[in-house]
Nanobody, 119 residues
């Protein structure tokens, strides 16, 4: 069974930083692209970023480009999202998902991790 455990969220002031982690299991992690998506209160899923299976290629939503960095450690079956210069509009529950691109959000299965950006 595929499992995704997101962690690292919390309350942070505008301009602050957080690093999210996603521990994946139940599939061959190193052979799949991976994706972060988020869901703000009262809104639908928003694609944030994707990374290729070997971590060579990455892509970002315009709203986070230059502020967020996606990475992965295939030896640890773990996906990361380093977030900096956080804004109140980044407040959301963040999920990881197997696959590449905005469509991968449909694969989100974990409980997510809450990120709240507020002063």
């Amino acid at each position: 069974e595929e499992q995704f455990v997101e962690s690292g969220g919390g309350l942070v002031q505008p301009g602050g930083s957080l690093r999210l982690s996603c521990a994946a299991s139940g599939f061959s992690f190193s052979t799949y692209g991976m994706t972060w998506v988020r869901q703000a209160p009262g809104k639908g899923l928003e694609w944030v970023s994707s990374i290729t299976s070997l971590g060579v290629g990455t892509t970002y939503a315009n709203s986070v480009k230059g502020r967020f960095t996606i990475s992965r450690d295939n030896a640890k079956n773990t996906l990361y999202l380093q977030m900096s210069s956080l804004k109140p509009e980044d407040t959301a529950v963040y999920y990881c998902a197997k696959g590449w691109g905005s469509g991968a959000g449909a694969n989100a299965r974990g409980q997510g991790t809450q990120v709240t950006v507020s002063s």
